[in-house]
């Protein structure tokens, strides 16, 4: 279980929880811009994400309220392609507007997906935009002459007149359930240990599923040589320091409401006066050289002494 997670849940635990997906199409393919403008594409994916959820449901005729979300950042297919996409996982309500009073989704029915689609879908397209006039895209080899305003409009075109992939799954019947969920996105690496069924002269031998498929048919092997299990493995490496689970709107600690509804390790600020407070800088360590450094016993660990970190 991710740290935090149980206290999290103990936010809302009578009301149903919905999962979502999000991602792009797949042609022209969002994700190689990704490729060598990771850090920009992935934050988009998650900042977008979480405006549509929280500005689709704050209108009153879908929900009227307040929301939060937990998302999650995959960028792998289960043949190990660079496919970057967010599994969201949102309770069933917020609080009104007005007032503080929890707003329950109606027959458990969450958002229209074809709304948060089409939302997403410009609001993303916008930022591409945005991006690419300020210079904050680079290209590549083959994309290189995206550089161009013209070129890259064209690229985009198509994906203005496509459907954006945004899926909800039916809601969970409680935060056990959620928790079964989640935990099978949050700290996976591309692939699994089980997967993998050989190493000889051929390569590599993996399992993968096909998602078109149903049944036992869907689960084939592919055979990789270790140059191309290498680099596709390496796709999915991430910019130095970048978080892939984050918490928004009311998932956020800083942005639960009154203490009836507030897990217990939420700060007690409402959300309306609640800001962002700059971190204090972090002050190197003074110690002496005639001052002996702590040790720290782990529980583990009978016959040494680790140094305790500074």
Same mark, same amino acid.
């Given at each position: 279980m991710?740290?935090?997670?149980?206290?999290?849940?103990?936010l809302?635990?009578?009301c149903?929880w919905?999962?979502?997906?999000?991602?792009?199409?797949?042609?022209?393919?969002?994700?190689?811009?990704?490729?060598t403008?990771?850090?920009?594409?992935?934050?988009?994916?998650? @900042?977008?994400?979480?405006?549509?959820?929280?500005?689709?449901?704050?209108?009153?005729? %879908?929900?009227?309220?307040?929301?939060?979300?937990?998302?999650?950042?995959?960028?792998?297919?289960?043949?190990?392609?660079?496919?970057?996409?967010?599994?969201?996982?949102?309770?069933?309500?917020?609080f009104?507007? @007005?007032?503080?009073?929890?707003?329950?989704?109606?027959?458990?029915?969450?958002?229209?997906?074809?709304?948060?689609?089409?939302?997403?879908?410009?609001?993303?397209?916008?930022?591409?935009?945005?991006?690419?006039?300020?210079?904050?895209? %680079?290209?590549?080899?083959?994309?290189?002459?995206?550089a161009?305003p013209?070129?890259?409009?064209?690229?985009?075109?198509?994906?203005?007149?496509?459907?954006?992939?945004?899926?909800?799954?039916?809601?969970?019947?409680?935060?056990?359930?959620?928790?079964?969920?989640?935990?099978?996105?949050?700290?996976?690496?591309?692939?699994?240990?089980?997967?993998?069924?050989?190493? @000889?002269? /051929?390569?590599v031998?993996?399992?993968?599923?096909?998602?078109?498929?149903?049944?036992?048919?869907?689960?084939?092997?592919?055979?990789?040589?270790y140059a191309?299990?290498?680099?596709?493995?390496?796709?999915?490496?991430?910019?130095?320091?970048? %978080?892939?689970?984050?918490?928004?709107?009311?998932?956020?600690?800083?942005?639960?409401?009154?203490?009836?509804?507030?897990?217990r390790?939420?700060?007690?600020?409402?959300?309306?006066?609640?800001?962002?407070?700059?971190?204090?800088? /972090?002050?190197?360590?003074?110690?002496?050289?005639?001052?002996?450094?702590?040790?720290?016993?782990?529980?583990?660990?009978? %016959?040494? @002494?680790?140094?305790?970190?500074?």
């Amino acid at each position: 279980m991710p740290r935090g997670a149980g206290s999290r849940l103990e936010l809302r635990t009578s009301c149903p929880w919905t999962t979502t997906t999000w991602s792009s199409p797949s042609q022209p393919p969002i994700s190689d811009l990704a490729y060598t403008n990771k850090e920009l594409i992935y934050g988009l994916l998650f @900042d977008l994400t979480a405006e549509t959820l929280r500005t689709i449901a704050a209108d009153p005729k %879908h929900l009227g309220a307040r929301i939060g979300a937990t998302l999650v950042l995959h960028t792998w297919g289960s043949q190990l392609t660079h496919h970057p996409h967010v599994h969201g996982i949102v309770p069933g309500g917020g609080f009104a507007l @007005d007032e503080d009073r929890w707003v329950s989704c109606k027959g458990g029915f969450f958002l229209p997906v074809r709304v948060l689609s089409r939302y997403f879908r410009r609001r993303f397209l916008e930022e591409l935009g945005n991006a690419h006039r300020a210079g904050q895209l %680079h290209y590549f080899g083959d994309h290189a002459p995206l550089a161009d305003p013209a070129a890259f409009a064209d690229y985009l075109e198509p994906l203005r007149q496509c459907e954006w992939v945004v899926y909800a799954k039916r809601p969970f019947s409680g935060p056990a359930a959620v928790l079964a969920y989640l935990s099978r996105y949050t700290h996976r690496v591309a692939i699994s240990n089980s997967r993998l069924l050989s190493c @000889d002269e /051929r390569g590599v031998t993996f399992r993968w599923k096909d998602y078109r498929l149903k049944g036992h048919t869907r689960y084939k092997t592919m055979t990789l040589s270790y140059a191309e299990f290498m680099r596709r493995f390496l796709l999915h490496v991430l910019p130095s320091g970048f %978080h892939r689970i984050r918490h928004y709107g009311l998932r956020q600690r800083r942005a639960l409401p009154e203490p009836r509804y507030r897990s217990r390790t939420a700060p007690s600020e409402h959300p309306a006066a609640s800001t962002q407070r700059p971190l204090a800088p /972090r002050r190197k360590p003074t110690h002496s050289a005639n001052v002996p450094v702590p040790t720290l016993r782990r529980a583990h660990d009978h %016959h040494r @002494d680790a140094p305790a970190r500074s």
